[in-house]
């Protein structure tokens, strides 16, 4: 070892520096991930929240969670129609994009969007398959992939 | 005789749980009294155990193949219009197949620390003989007791559900099984830190045996993270290959902390500096590995994401639990032996930046983890339902990616202890010309998105770095061997196997930074077309020709057939499809990608109408996105470059 200063001194200095650059890390990333929370935040609620208190208006984010009603479903080219339900209430939504290949008649639905005059207006819906076996057979696939959002096309 | 085979397997299950748990507690007595005999004992008992595991998958893939659907798995997994290859992977097609997949290849990789560690120190390989059993046998536990996939329905159905169609790719054969090798792997590391902390072991002995378990879990983590992107990117057809779904987060945290761990082990070997700090790196990333499987099978998180939920997910947050307090405790009780020898002289030193890199990658893991938990958390305490999605991950993970890009091209060329800035102008004259050249080049052709250049330019930064190392490489050995260029370029990959690989792996990332900054330049575009009808988008033209049908026992392909033309030359017809898989009622979408080294043109049928024949066409343009899988190939490559054993032969 070949330490110019003492022992003691040494360390202590080199703990200081390593305890300054990791405050300086962590408070960097911690202000960076509390910035992007706020913005980035979207919020669940059930269709009766949604149509009842028609908390579409203040909030921007808004993800909705409910069931297809059967026989409800409309596809216009690319603009799908339907309504969901989650079991009380029913709200009509409209979407246009790519429509997931798990979506059909009483499968559960995630949309996100805006409500605007009794009608939700998705830009994003991600769609879970009426899974037959996996709750039959009590137990899950691993969860991956099937459900992942990236199935349905966030 | 179809029964019998599959009865072993399950008793093979008893077998293995058996073996493990003599060895576990041989590998303690070992431990105890310095015996290297019930060591050999505990050795003997862990290939044992390996043994067992594999005649139980080996039962369970008997089963597969021949369709014993009254086993309740075989019934959920697989159907008998599958083929062979998939009936293979089906055997982690489910929970509890995983669950004892995931035994074998724990079972499997402590066979072989056996076998490479077989004449090394009792008292450190004894107690990491225990942690690594111990892990086994709450696997085998979990199996046997919580998920049984030999559990038999007590009527025989015909056939078998099938398996999801999305995943029967051939990525999905080979990605599970890439990860598993990855997340478990690390366990090997952990056990060794355990067996150093509690044998007081704590010299670079334990280091450099555990580092080497690492680069391979790592390898093979980095690699199954990329191969499920290319599986996302084939067939999911949202046009990406990573959303920050929660079960990627899962497997990219310990990744993180993995390569943090690699990097400042180095430090530890070479200046007997941060030696907590690396304790804590790599139980945070065996920890990682466990809570990544726990948000997997859980429930518990993004409850969207996943259906059923298992109450396995309690068992890991007790066993998660455990991992976290034996692992702190044992490093308080040695801190004293974990002092330093050496500090930190300066912020200008090669310490220094690796110490920072090291603080960004654990950083950007625990935000990865923060962002992943911060759903439930929310829901505990107000209530509220909140999603975080990718834009939330982005915003923090793009500076953090980019810090680790720019400390990559200074780690390498920057002196330990303490630089100066003028030897620093020397050194990186070359790097940091390359940086400013690159972005002046970019500007010029009207780039200007901000994050783009930064990542282009550190990119360039981080090559003229791995430039000038190898160079500096080459010079030497040709000044003191007297070998020509191209020999001396080969021969430091076996003299310097590790550091030069290890900058292969370097030049791959650089590789991938560039996909992701063709990331930036995205565009997506929607249409409908009338047969003969064409497209025009950028510089490209597509023709919708019509519909196609293909008819299957099992499947009705439709597909649209499109004629791309590129600045008026036809260069592919792009068939996107839509299967629809009669058993399971469902559709599964087929993607048509038109790939250049420039950019993918990435087609989808969103939907069409037999009788207008009419198709709903949807098309991303996707910049440099093969550079994505290059740069992929390109790290493992080096990774594998830094395993091989290149030296040994030398020695002898």
Redesign the interface.
Known sequence: MTETTPETKGRRAGRVRFLIGFVIILSAVGFLVARGAKNAMVYYITVTELVQKDRGADLAGLRVKGNVVPGTIEKDELVLRFEMSDGVTAVPVTYKGIVPDTFGENGEVVVEGTLASGNFEADFLMAKCPSKYEAEMGEEDKGTSVQSPKSTGV | MRGNMIQLGYYALWGALGSAAFALVFSVLAFRGGREDLQTSARHATWAAAFFTTVACAGIVYAFLMGDYQM?YVW?NSDRDMPTFYKLGALW????G?LLFWGWLLSMYTALVGLRHRKDHVRLMAPTTTTLMSVLVFFLALVLFG?NPFRRADFIPPDG?GL?P??QHPA?VIHPPCLYLGMIGFTVPFAFAVGALVSGRLDNDWLKKARLWAVVAWLFLGAGNILGGW??YLE???G?YW?W?P??NASFMPWLAGTAYIHSAMIQERKQMLKIWNMVLILSTFVLTVMGTFI??S?LISS???????NIGYYFAGFLLASIVVSLGLIIWRRNELK????????LSRE?AF??GN??LL??A??VL??TL?PMFTEAIKG?????????FN??MI??GLGILFLMGVGPLIPWRRASWSGLSKVFTVPAGLLLAAVAVLLIFGVTHAYALVTFGFCAFVTGTIFTEFKQGIQARMRSQGENPIAAFFRLFTKGQRRYGGYIVHLGVVIIFIGFAGAAFTQES?T?LGRGETWHFRNYALTYRGLAVEQTPSVERISADVLLAKNDHNVAVMKPR?DWYQKNQ????EVAIHATLGADLYL?L??F?EKAD?A?L?LYWNPLVSWYWIGGLVMVLGGILVLLPLRRRQLT
């Open positions: 309740e959920g097609g489910g929970q509890s995983s998920t559900v999801n999305l995943l999905m599986w996302a999911l057809g949202w990406g959303a779904d079960v990627e997997t099978r429930g969207v994401h996943s259906f059923a939920q298992s330093s020898q050496q500090h930190l002289d300066s912020y220094s110490l920072f603080l960004i950083g950007g625990f935000a923060w962002g911060f509220n339902r909140i999603s975080l999605g990718p834009p939330f915003q923090f500076p953090v929607e409908t839509k469902q559709l599964a979408s989808i969103a939907s109408d009419r709903s949807k």
